[in-house]
């Protein structure tokens, strides 16, 4: 398995760190609610996830935030410079 210092995805383990206290839960029932409860990717609205589209847990403005399923949360970790201008495009940003 690709875990770790292996994987093509590694970022030296910045993936452990903790999220900011103002990445709470109020400010993620917001993003959800703006993006009308449901994935912005695949249109679900079970398993909701609030996704940094810029991959910086510390970066936390509204425009960096999209609701995204558990399944495409974990699919936009593979090609981050795609999915990246993608949900850009999807927020109109």
Do not use: M, Q
């Not at 990717?41 to 425009?63: G, P, Q, W």
């Amino acid at each position: 398995a690709l875990k770790g210092k292996d994987n093509p995805n590694w970022k030296g383990g910045i993936g452990d760190l903790p999220y900011p206290v103002y990445f709470r839960n109020s400010l993620k029932k917001e993003i959800k609610e703006r993006d009308g409860y449901e994935c912005k990717e695949c249109k679900t609205k079970e398993d909701l996830t609030v996704h940094h589209i810029d991959y910086n847990k510390d970066n936390c403005e509204k425009n960096n935030l999209i609701t995204l399923c558990r399944g495409c949360n974990s699919k936009a970790n593979f090609g981050r410079d795609l999915w990246k201008k993608r949900l850009l495009k999807v927020l109109n940003i």
